[in-house]
Nanobody, 127 residues
């Protein structure tokens, strides 16, 4: 089992920044892949970014590329999502997710490909 706890959400004005954190604990995390998703009311859960701790390979969705950056510290079992130039349409509940299987290419980017989820943290961007 892997436990994930997000923090750092809140209310911010458009154009502002927030940094979300995700703390991972549990079974060995050396081969883990961590991802960030978001879900707005009435919408499907959307992939934002993922990081592979072996090689620290990252991939960001086109919708956030250039504004959001995923990073991680394997030794601290922490992953962050730096969000800049926030827009009202970024308002959503943001989730940290993890999986301990091998994926090749740009994946995993689909919610069903992840096995563990945090409780989510609300991000609200006002206009």
């Amino acid at each position: 089992q892997v436990q994930l706890v997000e923090s750092g959400g809140g209310l911010v004005q458009a154009g502002g920044s927030l940094r979300l954190s995700c703390a991972a604990s549990g079974r060995t995390l050396s081969s883990i892949i961590m991802g960030w998703f978001r879900q707005a009311p009435g919408k499907e859960r959307e992939f934002i970014a993922r990081i592979k701790w072996r090689g620290e390979s990252t991939y960001h969705a086109d919708s956030v590329k250039g504004r959001f950056t995923i990073s991680g510290d394997n030794a601290k079992n922490m992953v962050w999502l730096q969000m800049n130039s926030l827009k009202p349409e970024d308002t959503a509940v943001y989730y940290c997710a993890a999986v301990q299987r091998a994926f090749y290419g740009l994946g995993p980017t689909r919610p069903y490909e992840y096995d563990y989820w945090g409780q989510g943290t609300q991000v609200t961007v006002s206009s």
